[in-house]
Every structure is written in C-alpha cells, then in structure tokens.
C-alpha cells in the first residue's frame, strides 16, 4: 500500500499510461514575479479597503450621534496613527482601483505579451503613488 502523497503524485494520460506528475514550485525555490506580486497586493488592498472603510463607518456614525461623538472620532483620525490610517486607505484605494483597471484590460485580451504585462504594473504602482501623493498634497494644501 502506497503512501497518500505517493499516490498523488501519479496520474494518467489520456491515453491511459500512468504518469509521475511533478510537484509544485515551493516557495524556497519560487522567485517571485511583478505579477503574482502585484496579484497578491490587489488581494491585500482589498481586504485593507474593507477594513479601512470601518473608520469611515464610524466617523459617520459618530457625525450623526452628535458633537462629542465627532469629536472622539475627529481627534482620532487627527492623530499620527489616524493620519496614518488615512493615508494607506488611500494608498490602498489607488492601488485597487488601478489594478482593477489592468485586470479590466486582461478581461478584454490586452496586455498579456511580458513586456506589457511588466509595463502595466510598473505604470500601476506609479499611478498609486503619484495619485496618494497628488491627494494628500491638495488635502493638507486645502486643510491649512
């Protein structure tokens, strides 16, 4: 009787002979891509959007609880963390949405050839950071 990692490994052909299949790239020997980096990080951003849009539940909740409530909520968000907090939700919201816009490409049949698909995610990540950069300039200009 052979061990159930064994057994996994073998498979057969279509035309029936019995096959060894090769075992998956670890992560010890897997370098990793702009791709499946960039793939993982519109995972990331997601979940952190999601998270991220708590804050804004509360700050609305607290806007329409009253004066003392905003303010817990305002002096909060007002705080290094806060800002913090702030500013990669928005890092994160660039980011996602550019992915998105890329992947809106891949649905169509763009940008599959190597050098597009490395041109794509290189312009992505300077789109978020001139974008997060662009905001918080004009954010803190308007604020002051």
């Known amino acids: ?3 159930t990692r064994e057994a996994m490994m073998v498979a057969r052909t279509s035309d029936g002979r019995l096959v060894r299949r090769p075992l998956s790239p670890h992560l010890q020997i897997y370098r990793p891509q702009i791709t499946s980096a960039l793939s993982i990080f519109h995972r990331v951003t997601g979940v952190a959007l999601s998270v991220g849009t708590l804050l804004l539940v509360w700050w609305l909740v607290a806007a329409a609880d009253g004066a003392p409530a905003y303010d ?73």
Request: aromatic share 16%; net charge neutral.
């Open 72 to 144: 817990a909520v305002q002096g909060f968000i007002a705080s290094p963390i806060g800002l913090l907090l702030l500013f990669g939700w928005t890092a994160a919201l660039f980011y996602h949405f550019f992915a998105g816009l890329r992947h809106l490409a891949w649905d169509v049949g763009r940008g599959f050839e190597k050098a597009e698909y490395h041109a794509s995610g290189i312009a992505v990540l300077i789109a978020t950071g001139a974008c997060t950069l662009l905001t918080w300039f004009v954010g803190l200009l308007l604020r002051a």
């Open 1 to 3: 009787m052979t061990d």
